[in-house]
């Protein structure tokens, strides 16, 4: 039987928001034994990706100074208040050609796990048995969390163009609406992980980091 290579993946990790309901960098909150966006790189780090884009805007520099972000190829969003789709732009735009898949992390979101991305990839590639949904291609994948569908998100290379056109915070979903055809669902146990928007979600976050600790 002929060999085939190893899909090339990248990870974009949306990390540019500017924090305007929370009042301060969600990015460098404490958590663990770092940040909020240290665990998110450590989980992209676990995922085998060939290539991880961090996208800042709000806070880049502080960012920068703070979070070891070695082996991310970084890219800086000014257009950030526009919302998350303008950073999938620019992310999009730095990424190597040869790519197969992206996956997209929340950089506000650290309980995303690696093992999900991981089942990502392999509906994209060749249709796990775990995938609960979906009738087309397998060109997007996503999480179907126990209370609904969430991120981690991956979609497969034909569908980068319209995921670069997209514009606002919810282009994402809009898609995943007009593609509907082209999404599988892969099962994945838990709830669907927090993002941290304001100080409520944050102590949350925090409880639930203590109650698995």
């Not at 789709?85 to 650290?110: F, H, K, N, R, Y």
């Not at 007009?178 to 949350?204: C, F, H, K, N, W």
Request: glycine fraction near 12%.
């Amino acid at each position: 039987m002929p060999s085939f290579p190893e899909p090339r993946t990248a990870g974009i990790i949306l990390a540019a928001g500017g924090s305007r309901r929370l009042g301060r960098p969600k990015q460098l909150l404490p958590y663990g034994e770092g940040v909020l966006l240290d665990a998110v790189l450590a989980t992209a780090r676990n995922c085998g990706f060939a290539q991880t884009v961090l996208a800042l805007g709000g806070s880049a520099e502080e960012v920068r100074q703070t979070v070891d972000t070695r082996d991310c190829d970084i890219v800086l969003n000014p257009d950030y208040g526009d919302g998350c789709s303008s950073s999938i732009a620019a992310a999009l735009a730095v990424l190597q050609p040869e790519t197969d898949a992206v996956v997209l992390l929340l950089g506000d979101q650290p309980g995303a796990r690696s093992e999900n991305v991981r089942a990502l990839l392999g509906a994209l590639f060749s249709g796990p048995s775990n995938v609960v949904g979906g009738a087309g291609g397998g060109g997007i994948a996503v999480c179907r969390y126990e209370d609904g569908i969430g991120h981690p998100l991956a979609f497969a290379r034909r569908l980068l163009p319209e995921l670069a056109a997209l514009h606002g915070d919810k282009g994402v979903w809009r898609l995943l609406e007009q593609r509907e055809a082209d999404v599988v669902e892969v099962a994945t146990t838990g709830s669907i992980p927090l993002d941290i928007d304001t100080e409520e979600d944050y102590r949350r976050l925090l409880v639930r980091l203590q109650g698995a600790a």
